[in-house]
Nanobody, 115 residues
Framework: QVQVVESGGGLVQAGGSLRLSCAAS????????MGWYRQAPGKEREVVAT???????NYVDSMKDRFTISRDSGKNTVYLQMNTLKPEDTAVYYC?????????WGQGTQVTVSS
């Protein structure tokens, strides 16, 4: 089994910052691509940023100037540094690991940005 666990969400004022963490564990043999997605109330889940096993990153254009994805070298652990947060960033943030053509998801962590 594979477990994906996110942490670091919370309530923050507009303009503030949060750092999300995600660790994947279990029956994982190797280093795999990972990513962050989010789902706002009443909206579909959307990608925020992804990172390859080698550390190459990719961002949604609207977030790349404020969000930074990173990972620990040699581990299936990723982070999402979120700066200059806006109320529209309010969502449940999910971490995913892509292994052997299958995506493994965490339970999500709530981020709420107050105006």
């Amino acid at each position: 089994q594979v477990q994906v666990v996110e942490s670091g969400g919370g309530l923050v004022q507009a303009g503030g910052s949060l750092r999300l963490s995600c660790a994947a564990s279990g029956s994982i043999f190797g280093i795999y691509p990972m990513g962050w997605y989010r789902q706002a109330p009443g909206k579909e889940r959307e990608v925020v940023a992804t990172i390859t096993s080698g550390g190459r990153t990719n961002y949604v254009d609207s977030m790349k100037d404020r969000f930074t994805i990173s990972r620990d070298s040699g581990k299936n652990t990723v982070y999402l540094q979120m700066n200059t947060l806006k109320p529209e960033d309010t969502a449940v943030y999910y971490c995913t690991l892509l292994m052997s053509g299958r995506s493994y998801w965490g339970q999500g962590t709530q981020v709420t940005v107050s105006s």
